[in-house]
Nanobody
């Protein structure tokens, strides 16, 4: 069973870069999933941010593309999220997940066969 765990700072100051790492066990990030970052802001639904595929190709939500970078370290079986120029509106619970599909701007669903981390709270505040 694939397990994912997010790690990173829980507090980021406005205009700085949010950086999170997702550590994957029980499966390889070179396997046929879209290794994704999803977030949920207070009172809102799940928002798909982007993903890195099994071959290393990256995919980003259009509205976040200019500020988002997803990369991976296959030796460590980890993938990372960097979100630049954060504002308080970026405050959310951030999840990493291995998904069977890309969501782009569509609502995200937790489907059988997908694997999710527990999520980590990130607050943007001075």
């Amino acid at each position: 069973q694939v397990q994912l765990q997010e790690s990173g700072p829980g507090l980021v100051k406005p205009s700085q870069t949010l950086s999170l790492i997702c550590s994957v066990s029980g499966g390889s990030i070179t396997s046929n999933y879209y290794w994704s970052w999803i977030r949920q802001s207070p009172g809102k639904g799940l928002e798909w941010m982007g993903a890195i595929g099994s071959s290393g190709n990256t995919y980003y939500r259009a509205t976040l593309k200019s500020r988002t970078s997803i990369s991976r370290d296959t030796a460590k079986n980890q993938f990372t999220l960097q979100l630049n120029s954060v504002t308080p509106e970026d405050t959310a619970v951030y999840y990493c997940a291995g998904l069977r599909r890309l969501y782009w701007s569509n609502p995200v669903a937790r489907l059988p066969g997908d694997s999710w981390g527990q999520g980590t709270q990130v607050t943007v505040s001075s």
